[in-house]
T-cell receptor, first 114, second 114 residues
Framework: DTGVSQDPRHKITKRGQNVTFRCDPI?????LYWYRQTLGQGPEFLTY????????KSRLLSDRFSAERPKGSFSTLEIQRTEQGDSAMYLC????????????FGPGTRLTVT | KQEVTQIPAALSVPEGENLVLNCSFT??????LQWFRQDPGKGLTSLLL???SQREQTSGRLNASLDKSSGRSTLYIAASQPGDSATYLC?????????????WGAGTKLIIKP
């Protein structure tokens, strides 16, 4: 078990560009979460998948944001037409239903929009 | 709406001291509470998870307590070491049949002085 992995670890992009992040959860985990964290704050929930179904989306997730988990394994988070306010750490977590639902986090992707 | 508060925002103590970090939440209808550690620019490492039916959990030099009725949790760190320097975040999860998202405090930044 290699834990939750995220790619890339860092991304610098110009305003207006599109970016896509990938998260690979722990292999047997059926639940996957995306959070966003800005400096000095706790993470904020963005969205949640159970298997391939996206069951919850935060109001923070504007129309420019889209997330997928096509085969119930890895997930992608895409941000279109990035804005400077999108600069943050994007964290992915996974958990297993039927247990304590303890969430295990990846190292995060730090996005800087210039 | 659940709100989680952590006080103080920052704490600096000499090596070897025992210390307590505080976490309070406004809605006592929680399923569990987790304490996490975050090193600068890194992801989150789960330290302890307390179910709503439990009063405390221990792992090595760490002890977390939960008083659901008063909406409080504490993380006790014994014999602090410079390697304990990090930001500590607490997060609560709502009812079991909720969307499983975690609601986070902003964290306490801990510095252990050698």
């Amino acid at each position: 078990d290699t834990g939750v992995s995220q790619d890339p670890r860092h991304k610098i992009t110009k305003r207006g560009q599109n970016v896509t992040f990938r998260c690979d959860p722990i292999s047997e985990h059926n639940r996957l979460y995306w959070y966003r964290q800005t400096l000095g704050q706790g993470p904020e929930f963005l969205t949640y998948f159970q298997n391939e179904a996206q069951l919850e989306k935060s109001r923070l997730l504007s129309d420019r944001f889209s997330a997928e988990r096509p085969k119930g394994s890895f997930s992608t988070l895409e941000i279109q037409r990035t804005e400077q306010g999108d600069s943050a750490m994007y964290l992915c977590a996974s958990s297993l239903s039927g247990s304590l639902n303890e969430q295990y986090f990846g190292p995060g992707t730090r996005l800087t929009v210039t | 709406k659940q709100e989680v508060t952590q006080i103080p925002a920052a704490l600096s103590v000499p090596e070897g001291e025992n210390l307590v970090l505080n976490c309070s939440f406004t809605d006592s209808a929680i399923y569990n509470l987790q304490w996490f550690r975050q090193d600068p620019g890194k992801g989150l490492t789960s330290l302890l998870l307390i179910q709503s039916s439990q009063r405390e959990q221990t792992s090595g030099r760490l002890n977390a307590s939960l008083d659901k009725s008063s909406g409080r949790s504490t993380l006790y760190i014994a014999a602090s070491q410079p390697g304990d320097s990090a930001t500590y975040l607490c997060a609560v999860r709502g009812r079991e049949d909720s969307n499983y998202q975690l609601i986070w405090g902003a964290g306490t930044k801990l510095i252990i002085k050698p």
